[in-house]
């Protein structure tokens, strides 16, 4: 069970990590406390786990004639959805939110791939004739 839960408090870290280095950088984005940070953080991973890919799904056509780049408008609007919705998190505005997105996707993948080492990609194959998938 442990083995489930260290990469998903990792992954909440990082993302906590890079919310609170953004809120030193962009003077927009700003929070009360830490729990408000801590919060944010959490609520943030469970919307980009959640929303965002609903978002991805129902502006695809938009996503591919903008070659992908309205992906980072798609983004910024889920920062600025969870400072909406988690109480001492403050952002000014949406360019605020469109530049600190970038900024926290930057350095989460930076320290993912410091903290967490290089991911495992694993290909799938079609089972054998007379074998089962599970």
Known sequence: MLANLTPFLLHWAITAFALWVAAHVFKGLRFD?????VV????????????RP?????????TLLSFGLFLLV???LVLMLVARLVRGFHLDGFWTAFWASIFMSLLSIVLGLVLG??????????????QRWL
């Open 74 to 76: 798609i983004n910024a």
């Open 54 to 62: 609903l978002l991805v799904l129902l502006t695809l056509p938009l």
């Open 33 to 37: 406390g830490g729990g408000a940070l």
């Open 117 to 130: 080492g290089t991911p495992e990609f694993t290909i799938e194959t079609m089972p054998a004739p007379g």
């Open 40 to 51: 944010a953080a959490l609520l943030l991973g469970l919307a980009n786990a959640v929303v």
